[in-house]
């Protein structure tokens, strides 16, 4: 069973960086693209940016294109989330996810895995 971890959440002011972890154990991640979602206060979880198998296939939501960067460590199996120029609308609890396969997909029912959820309070 994959267990996946989320880290380096907190309070960020805006216009400044942060960067998630997610660091996954009881499985492999090499094989399959992996995402990251948020959920915002009251609102439903949302695609961010999304990462292949071999770190070359990578997709972002429109409004965090240019500003987020995800990237991955297999070896490590670890998929991290560098967040610049954050806005107060970034606020929200990031969650990653495993594919269910290969496809790097931008909608939650392609994800079978979830971690936990951390926390990003972006405050002016």
């Known amino acids: 069973q994959v267990q996946l971890v989320e880290s380096g959440g907190g309070l960020v002011q805006a216009e400044k960086s942060l960067r998630l972890s997610c660091a996954a154990s009881?499985?492999?991640?090499?094989?399959?693209?992996v995402g990251w979602f948020r959920r915002g206060p009251g609102e439903e979880r949302e695609f961010v940016a999304a990462?292949?198998?071999?770190?070359?296939?990578?997709r972002y939501r429109d409004s965090v294109q240019g500003r987020f960067t995800i990237s991955r460590d297999n070896a490590k199996n670890t998929v991290d989330l560098q967040m610049d120029s954050l806005k107060l609308e970034d606020t929200a609890i990031y969650y990653c996810?495993?594919?269910?396969?290969?496809?790097?997909?931008?909608?939650?029912?392609?994800?079978?895995?979830w971690g936990q959820g951390t926390q990003v309070t972006v405050f002016l």
């Open positions: 990462v292949g198998f071999n770190g070359i296939t990578k």
């Open positions: 996810a495993r594919s269910r396969g290969a496809a790097v997909l931008q909608t939650p029912s392609g994800y079978n895995y």
């Open positions: 009881g499985g492999n991640i090499s094989t399959y693209a």
